[in-house]
C-alpha cells in the first residue's frame, strides 16, 4: 500500500529520467552498469530519439516499453553499436562507448545481443553456435558453452541443429550464446515476440531467472506490457523518441508522472475532480481522502486516475451504475461500467458475482491512493 495520495501536475520527466540541462557526472554512480545521457538519433533529418536519459544499475533488468515506431529499437542498436548517435552519450560499467567523438566498435562493448529472429547460424550445431562469440575453441571455451547450455536446460540438444528445434529452444539457445562471454549487459530485442501466448509467458519467466542466476545485467525491448511487468526491475516508457518515465513497474503503475503513461498503463479513467482540502477532492464518486497533502490548492480542478480495482461492488452505497461491457477472466470479471453522469468507468470483480451487460449494481470508490492531474 502506498503511504498516501500522489497528486501532481502533469511533468515531461522522471526524477529519474533526468533533462539534458540536469546531468553531470556525479549523477551516475560506478554501479551503473549502463548510462544514457541525453542521447539523440537521427535517420536522415529526422530525429527519432530526442534526449533520451536513463541509467540501469549493475544486475537489474531494464526494459523500454512504448508504441511501435517511438524509438526502442533504435536506442538498443545504440547500445549495440549498429547504430550511430547524434549527441550525447552511453556509458557500460562507466566507460564511454559511444559520444560524439568515440564510437568503440560492436565486438569491443562487451555487450551480448539476443534478437527477434534468434539469428542462430543455421549450418552450426548447438554447441558451436553457443561457442560462436568465445574468443578461442579451447577446452576451457567448450565448457562454457556447456555450461550455458545447462543453464538455459538444454545440454542435452547440444549437437543437434537449430531447424531441429522448436522457438522456444531456439531463443533460449540464443540467449545461452549471448551469456557465453560474460559481457556486462545483454540486449533483448523483442525476444517472445515470434512465440505463442503461452509460451511467452513462461519462457520471459524463464528468462528473467536465468539473468538473475547469472547476475547478468539486461535491457529488454518491447510494446508487451505484460512481458515487460514480468521480466523486468526497472522499466522506461517511451513515447515519440522520448523516454517519458523511468521507473519500477509499481512507480508506473501507481505513480504516473503524466496523463499518456496513466493511460498507456494498465486501464483507467479520468473523472473530473475538485480539491476539496489539504487532503481530500470530491468527484462523482464521492469525497476520496488522503493522508499526506495534496499538492493542488484547495479549489484547484483536476482530474482523478481511477483504476479497475479501485471500484469495489457494494449493494447498500447509493452511487449505482449501469453495466455496458463483461469481459470474463475465469476468476475474475472485467466490467464496463456507465456512471449518471454518463463517463465511463471500469472494475475487475470476482467472477461468483457474475453480473451482466445491463444490470444496474452498487458500487464504491475504495481507492488506497489517488493519482490526479491538472485539468
Ligand atoms: N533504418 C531506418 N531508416 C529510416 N527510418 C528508420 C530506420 N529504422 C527505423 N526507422 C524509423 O525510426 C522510428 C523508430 O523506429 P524503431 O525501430 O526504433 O521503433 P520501435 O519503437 O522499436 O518500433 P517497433 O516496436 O515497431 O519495433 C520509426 O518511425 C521507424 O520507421
Redesign the pocket.
Known sequence: MLPGNRMHPDKPLTQRALAPEEHTLSQFDSVDVLSISNLHCK??N?E?VKSASFSLHSGEIGCLL??????????LRTIAGFQEIDQGDIKVDGQIIASNNKLLPPEKRNVGMVFQDYALFPHLSVLENVMFGLKNKSVESEQRALDMLATVKLEALANRYPHELSGGQQQRIALARALAPKPKLILLD?PFSNLDTELRRTLSLEVRDILKEQNTSAIL?T?DQEEAFTVADKIGI?MNGQIQQWGTPYDLYHEPLNRNIASFIGKGSFLPAQVETAHSVSCELGVATSAQPLLHPEGAVVDVLVRPEDIVSDKDSALVVKITEKHFWGASCYYGLELPSKQLISTVLSSHLNFEVGDHIGIRFDADHLVTFSR
Open positions: 535517420y536522415g529526422t527519432v512504448g508504441p511501435s515506431g517511438c524509438g526502442k529499437t533504435t536506442i523483442e525491448v510494446h517511451m
